[in-house]
């Protein structure tokens, strides 16, 4: 079983920045694709950026060029880097590690963005 923690969440100002953080119990190296995902009320879960196994990257549209996505190997831990950050930006978010095509999640991070 393998479990996500993350952290960084809160509520920021249109402009602003924050830097989410998840923490994976388990290597994030080898078969393992690991991302970001989001949940705006009463929307889907979308993609917002993803890290494969052989470290490709993979962003969401709406969020090039302002959000970074990165991974300390040593630490396992999986970190978003979010910039101008604009009110469509809020929701939940979740964390996600691939293995062998299984997905686990994190229980999820707050973001709010205020106009």
């Known amino acids: 079983q393998v479990q996500l923690v993350e952290s960084g969440g809160g509520s920021v100002q249109a402009g602003g920045s924050l830097r989410l953080s998840c923490v994976a119990s388990?290597?994030?190296?080898?078969?393992?694709?690991m991302g970001w995902y989001r949940q705006a009320p009463g929307k889907q879960r979308e993609l917002v950026a993803r890290i494969s196994s052989v470290g490709g990257l993979n962003y969401a549209d709406s969020v090039k060029g302002r959000f970074t996505i990165s991974r300390d190997i040593v630490k396992n831990t999986l970190y978003l880097q979010m910039n101008s950050l604009k009110p469509e930006d809020t929701g939940v978010y979740y964390c996600n590690q691939e293995v062998s095509k299984i997905n686990y999640w994190g229980q999820g991070t707050q973001v709010t963005v205020s106009s």
């Open positions: 388990r290597r994030i190296l080898g078969d393992v694709a």
